[in-house]
């Protein structure tokens, strides 16, 4: 068993001023999307300026949608209740389902402006994304959000009493999700897009991947108070949101595999 690490949420306090470590991790995320977009800028044909272009429309595409989906998916009530509690985004509440579908119509906006295919686009994006996703885990971590459910594994930890969870060691699960989200997605995705690919499928990958690891890390995190389990006394919103992913991805996949094999048909023909 191990106690929770005292962390300061606050990374820095000049006066009535206060940064939060969980905004720095959104500058670290966009960050090295934007270096990492640049090394490979020429795989679009486009300039390493306009990759600043493209950080922007995600940029607003995560925090836009992000916002939206938390409070559509996991805060209704609170907006039925008074509408303007969704500008009340120094309360927290983030979703990365939200945030995904923010970046997805960036994604389509701008590539109407630069005339590229989407998929072409969300191709190259998908790679730029799991640093983001696992520094805005180690956010969490930071923050004291996302408690994990309660276990007897020996690097299970005891959060803080100001949660109001009780002295049981519970699952670090924002760690696991930094792990798998972050670290796995990073390194298979840039890899796997290091070379060309049908379009699409680097897509696919990542919402395949996305999905069925936020399923599985769901069973060790703690359902949302407000929420609890969504049916049969074991499924959450979370998991619920990542089941379309999962099909999607496996979906898209198929589809560009059937591409190839349709182009390489037709060329042996003529």
Known sequence: MLQYPKIDPIAIAIGPLQIHWYGLMYVVGLAAAWWLGRRRAHQLGMSRDDIGDLIFYGALGIILGGRIGYVLFYGFDKLLANPLWLFK????????????????????????KHRLAFF???DFIAPLVPIGLGAGRLGNFINHELPGRISEVPWAMVWPPMMGLGPEP??????Y??????????????????????RGMTSGLFLLLYGVFRFAVEFMRRPDPQLGFIAFDWLTMGQLLSLPMVLGGLALIVWARRQSVDIAKTMAAS
């Open 120 to 122: 072409q686009l969300t």
């Open 177 to 198: 999700e930094f792990a798998l989200e972050g670290i796995v997605m990073f390194v298979v995705l840039w890899w796997f897009s290091s070379r060309p690919r049908q």
């Open 170 to 175: 519970r699952h670090p699960s924002s760690l």
């Open 89 to 112: 985004v120094w309360e927290g509440g983030m979703s990365f389902h939200g945030g995904l579908t923010g970046v997805l119509v960036a994604a389509w906006l701008f590539a109407r």
